[in-house]
């Protein structure tokens, strides 16, 4: 007998950026994260071999400021931080492979590698700085970019700091033309397009060798044969990515980091940290020999009730409290739907509320729960004795349905999360309309048993298919109505549904088994009243 062919299992690996711990979390923080775990939860769905990587950046003046202030050890400060970004994460049902921290004892040694073979590359020397430094951003910046009085664009109740020291310099100049021939051989390098043309645009007007070390800096790692040098904590920071692929029984090295994941799949960022993730990361990389990753995706900006946040004007969103007061499935919902990834976006608690009580509980709620209290009364709670062929193809929802594994596949894949839930929400309303104007209790009464069994299998069949592929955004709902439908599968149980088979199967429309029992139907998702006390800090 033939062998099995074994199966190849595609690898997907994806990050978040690593966050700095000057501060507990914020909901920029959380919009990346979902984002990242979405895209990861969907590639378990399909069967891929994930590693989704977040973690905290712990270096730097910053974090050592932070720390002063509060005057405790700089360590003490990290460990208490980095415990509040994984409380939300746990909080936001964010399912990481890896948490990485730039203070963990293997990341020095892959720092040290990793610089070792930039130095010996020849891209590294000494020289002079001299530049106007923003310690928010830990960047140095341009004289012409900075606000009236030396404020830093980005951080604007913040003033730059004048610096004239020795620092370490990397040769970025060296790899213009190279990272010219990466943008060009590679368009989807950099995503959205608008940010590869904003690359493309500072790329051409010539780069600049960049300071990797610091001085008068004791919070990183030293600067090999140079200690009285810092390691800057950007360069630091980025390899903070490498050291996550490390294996927890892996000796730290580079090559053991390097062995199965390299090259990450997609960086996901901020659009204030471009020029690092495109420009800075994979000119360094090649420095060391190293192929860039796929994808550097720069999303946008949140902005509250259409104002810019800030701590010091008073409209922050605290995280915490949204998903204490709301749940995951809700706040995650809303951000992945209502954004257009890539753009900028708006948290209004009004909007937020009504588009949850549209979708989530009027019409996939209420829908599910009328259609099963229906089964309940016309078809003894079971799945009615249909199968998917005996549904005329002109039937709209099989219409829909038959299609939508490949359309929203399609828009995981593009990253275009509010297309993915448009798409599937399109069969969710024309399930509604569907009902109504069949009429399924009229058909009933008029004993036309058969056409109330389709029009009842073909909304289940709906139903079930839309949380399916709705997963990897409200997985904890999706566990609701699956439990409803006789389902027992945990979306929250990767190791259930983590295998290619289980996608082929329930991504179609059309495999609900007649005869299988449903549940007695319970709201899934109750309805949120307007607001009253805000929720944000
Ligand atoms: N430590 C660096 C990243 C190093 S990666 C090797 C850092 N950390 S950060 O905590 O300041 O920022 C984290 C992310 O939050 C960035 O991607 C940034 O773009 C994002 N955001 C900060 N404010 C934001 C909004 N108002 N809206 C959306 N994202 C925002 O940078």
């Not at 999360?417 to 009229?442: G, R």
């Not at 009933?444 to 069949?461: A, F, G």
């Amino acid at each position: 007998m033939n062998k099995p062919q074994a199966r190849t299992t595609p690898l997907f690996a994806i990050t978040t950026p690593l966050y700095y711990v000057n501060d507990v979390p914020h909901i920029g923080s959380a919009y990346t994260t979902m984002v990242a775990d979405a895209i990861a939860r969907f590639h378990r769905l399909q069967g891929h071999d994930v590693l989704m990587i977040t973690g905290t950046d712990e270096h730097g003046q910053k974090i050592q400021r932070s720390a002063e202030a509060k005057g405790v050890p700089p360590q003490e400060h990290c460990d208490a931080i980095a415990a509040t970004f994984d409380a939300l994460w746990d909080q936001l049902n964010i399912q990481y492979d890896r948490f990485s921290r730039t203070t963990a004892a293997k990341h020095h040694p892959i720092v040290k590698d990793f610089f070792q073979r930039v130095w010996d590359n020849g891209d590294i020397y000494l020289s002079k700085q001299q530049g106007w430094y923003c310690v928010s951003c830990e960047e140095f910046k341009d004289e012409r970019e900075l606000l009236e009085g030396h404020y830093c664009p980005i951080h604007s109740n913040k003033q730059v700091e004048w610096r004239d020291e020795d620092n370490y310099f990397f040769r970025l100049s060296q790899y213009q033309d190279q990272l010219k021939a990466l943008y060009q051989e590679r368009p989807d390098f950099i995503q959205p397009e608008s940010r590869r043309n904003e690359v493309l645009n500072f790329v051409e007007k010539g780069l600049q060798d960049f300071s990797i070390s610091r001085v008068n800096l004791d919070w990183g790692f030293p600067i090999p044969n140079d200690p009285k040098h810092t390691i800057y904590v950007w360069f630091d920071a980025l390899l903070g990515y490498i050291t996550a692929l490390l294996d927890p029984d892996d000796d730290p090295t580079l090559d053991n980091a390097l062995k199965k994941w390299w090259p990450i799949n997609i960086h996901l960022i901020g659009k204030d940290i471009l020029r690092f993730h495109a420009i800075y990361w994979p000119a360094m990389l090649m420095s060391a020999g190293l192929t860039p990753p796929e994808i550097v995706f720069g999303h946008g900006f949140l902005t509250k009730d259409g104002r810019k946040m800030g701590k010091t004007t008073g409209n922050t969103i605290d995280p915490v409290a949204l998903v204490s007061r709301y749940g995951s499935d809700a706040v995650r919902y809303y951000f992945l739907k209502e954004i257009e990834f890539g753009q900028d976006g708006d948290f209004n608690e009004t909007r937020f509320i009504n588009v949850l009580n549209a979708d989530l509980a009027n019409d996939l709620g209420n829908l599910l729960n009328r259609t099963l209290g229906m089964t309940k009364k016309y078809c003894q709670a079971q799945i009615p004795a249909v199968s998917a062929s005996d549904i005329p193809e002109d039937n709209p929802l099989k219409a829909l349905g038959v299609e939508l594994r490949d359309r929203v596949t399609q828009a995981y894949h593009q990253l275009n999360f509010s297309h993915a839930c448009t798409d599937i929400f399109t069969l969710i309303q024309t399930c509604n309309k569907y009902i109504d104007e069949q009429a399924p209790w009229s058909l009933y009464k008029e004993k036309q048993q058969k056409q109330v069994e389709i029009v009842l299998y073909s909304v289940l069949e709906s139903v079930r298919l839309s949380a399916y592929l709705l997963s990897p955004v409200i997985p904890n709902l999706s566990n609701k109505i699956y439990q409803q439908l006789g389902f027992d599968l945990d979306f929250n149980n990767s190791s259930q549904i983590n295998h290619p088979d289980l996608f082929q199967h329930h991504a179609q429309w059309g495999i609900l088994a007649a005869g299988q029992p449903v549940k007695k139907p319970k709201p899934i998702f109750a309805k949120l009243d307007p607001p009253t006390a805000t929720a944000s800090t």
